[in-house]
């Protein structure tokens, strides 16, 4: 691994201490995180001074989706990664017990009683945090492993572990809590580690002017994937010359900028809407430190993108700069339009108008249509009128659903319903045999109809993210037929708005399954 001997270094002073640390890796997509713990989990992984050995689990692909699918993981790669070592205590992991979690208490205990230690490097926790529905009990359960004197973890992510938490469950749990409270950082590369990255250049002869040097990192800011991308240019024309001046980055900075707009483009992308309006102000000129809050100086300062240069904040990244001038235009329509409450409420149906138009296509119900149409323009005079129309979406959605999925006569076949009372699902909502009159319980057969924990999914054509969608709006218009028993409830300008972008989605999802109908028949 190039550079990054900073980090390094702090990293090892956590795990190599007489009593390690649990650490905490954060840093944003692009900037090298997951080389990093690669890098560490292989160096610990021969360090027979401090780690038996070394477990690394990238979770982005490891496909876990609850509690037991992450127990089982990190059994099996323990299991595999103490094998060589203690083939004995590797044995207790039987990865088919339902109580993997106690056989892994059990490893961890014999390690600690022979002061043994193994290191566990997960990547990508914030994945799993996010889209996976792991609950409170695992991460109390990894808190007491991770007690016990045998086991340290170093965990990766984009953002602190607490933040990316999906439930309030889950974030109140103690595990959080072991880790160093001050996270190991992964931002841009300093100078020390770009001259690293500068050696292979040597090597094979080139030497930079001193001005050279420079350049590399104003047109970088240090950011890894640009500092890559410009030496690659580099290397492919070091042998016209033996020195590199100032005109030669710039030529080769001109060059990534043309030829891989996408790689500047990611790092956009990956910026937050705020801080991408910051970088777009800082493109033009130099802000105060007083017009930014610490977390958005602290967001460009990280990414190598500005740097204070007393109380101003300064562009540190030529090509972010030259990538931020083109979108500045674009960025100031956006917070004209909707920077404000005032411009929000008074531009938010012309873009729910325009987004219907991208996703309606010759294919879609035309009524379904008329009626998201309607809800659209109700939302300026009157916002309680937009979602009262949601209750004629939802059910003309439904109608629809049943047309592509049912008989003509509405009949629910019989194997259907031999499966879901076979799954031990009783109160199935059918009316003697046919689809229920009341639109909840179309929507309950729908639910069944597109699977669930307990049953498969046997709908033909309509998917379950389109069920979601029905099935939201449903409830909803029920709240608005029954407005008058909520008094207190304003019917806000954006409460309406969200409800119908929903409904703007069901015409998308629904037109989709729809079309595959037709193409079937």
Wanted: with cysteine; hydrophobic share 40%; aromatic share 6%.
């Amino acid at each position: 691994m190039l550079g990054r001997t900073a980090l390094v270094r702090r990293i090892e002073s956590h795990l190599s201490k007489a009593s390690p640390d649990h650490v905490s890796v954060v840093g944003p997509a692009y900037y090298g995180k997951s080389v990093l713990l690669e890098h560490v989990a292989d160096a610990y992984k021969a360090d027979s001074k401090h780690y038996l050995t070394t477990v690394s689990i990238d979770l982005r692909h490891a496909g876990i989706r609850s509690d037991g699918d992450f127990k089982r993981r990190l059994a099996e790669d323990l299991k595999g990664a103490l094998r060589p070592h203690r083939a004995n205590v590797a044995e207790y992991l039987d990865l088919e017990d339902e109580n993997i979690h106690e056989l892994l208490g059990l490893v961890f205990d014999d390690l600690s009683s022979e002061s043994s230690r193994v290191l566990v490097v997960l990547d990508g926790f914030d994945h799993v945090l996010a889209g996976a529905d792991l609950t409170r009990t695992l991460w109390d359960q990894l808190r007491t492993l991770a007690q016990k004197p045998s086991l340290r973890l170093v965990a990766g992510s984009r953002l602190p572990l607490r933040e990316v938490c999906r439930t309030e469950e889950s974030r109140t749990s103690d595990f959080w809590e072991i880790f160093n409270p001050m996270p190991v950082r992964v931002g841009a590369l300093d100078e020390k580690d770009i001259d690293a990255f500068l050696e292979p250049l040597s090597d094979a002869g080139c030497t930079l002017e001193g001005s050279a040097r420079k350049e590399i990192s104003n047109w970088t800011g240090g950011v890894p994937l640009l500092v890559c991308a410009l030496l690659a240019r580099l290397w492919n024309v070091r042998g016209e010359t033996s020195t590199l001046s100032k005109p030669d980055i710039d030529q080769a900075a001109e060059a990534v900028l043309d030829e891989q707009r996408e790689l500047v483009g990611a790092l956009w992308d990956d910026c937050a809407g705020e801080s991408q309006a910051d970088l777009a102000k800082l493109a033009a000129t130099d802000v105060s430190r007083a017009d930014l809050s610490e977390s958005r100086r602290r967001a460009v300062e990280d990414r190598g993108f500005g740097r204070m240069a007393g109380t101003r904040l300064r562009s540190a990244c030529r090509l972010m700069q030259r990538y931020a001038t083109q979108q500045a235009p674009a960025i100031a329509d956006l917070k004209r339009l909707f920077g404000s409450s005032a411009g929000f409420e008074a531009n938010i149906r012309s873009a729910l108008e325009m987004r219907l138009g991208q996703v309606a296509t010759p294919r879609t119900d035309r009524l379904l249509r008329d009626f998201v149409n309607r809800a659209v323009r109700d939302l300026d005079e009157n916002p309680e009128l937009a979602v009262n129309v949601v209750r004629g979406i939802a059910t003309r959605a439904l109608s629809l659903v049943w047309e592509a999925e049912l008989p003509s006569d509405q009949t629910l076949p019989a194997d259907w319903l031999h499966e879901w009372k076979h799954a031990g699902l009783k109160n199935i909502p059918d009316d003697h045999g046919k689809l229920p009159r009341g639109y909840g319980h179309q929507c309950n057969i729908l639910r069944l109809l597109t699977g669930t924990d307990k049953v498969r999914r046997q709908s033909r054509y309509v998917r379950k993210v389109t069920c979601r969608l029905i099935d939201h709006l449903q409830s909803v218009g029920d709240f608005g037929q029954h407005r008058p028993d909520f008094p207190e409830t304003k019917v806000t300008l954006g409460f309406a708005a969200s409800i119908v972008l929903a409904a703007i989605a069901l015409v998308e999802s629904l037109t989709a399954d729809l079309s595959s109908s037709d193409l079937s028949r």
